[in-house]
């Protein structure tokens, strides 16, 4: 298995989870705010088990950095009253950081062959992810 890369606002660390993974298929866990949900960027709120919005942790997979759907299924989750742990896991750029936590996201799961190449300063420079959208933008000139 790749090591593996947490990048929060404070910038990169080790994954603390020590929680057991789940599909969207598996039995219901004993124990559901001690297991990770593993979910598809294509998953649909209705076909989500009924344990889902009591899973300590849910990691949305990106399989490419263009694809956008689990932005959609991040804020979706909020929405629909999560409040766990959610975290991004794949293919994803310093770049789409802001709208990682403006989504929902807590945190972004990469491969460390990645984080090699977009360093954490790259990341940190999002960091500060409520001063970078359009909106924050538009009130500077307000």
Known sequence: MTATVII???????????????TPDAARPADPAGTALDLPPDTRL????DWALGAGLIRIRFPSFSDGRGFTLAR???LAGYRGRLRAFG???????????RAGFDEVEIDRTLADRLTEE???ARANWRAHDHQARLRRFA
């Open 91 to 101: 293919h994803l750029l310093p770049d789409q950081y802001a709208m990682a936590r």
């Open 122 to 124: 790259q990341w940190r």
């Open 46 to 49: 209705e076909a989500l088990p």
């Open 76 to 78: 979706q989750l909020r």
């Open 8 to 22: 929060t606002d404070e910038g990169f660390g080790k994954d603390d989870w020590t929680g057991d993974y789940a």
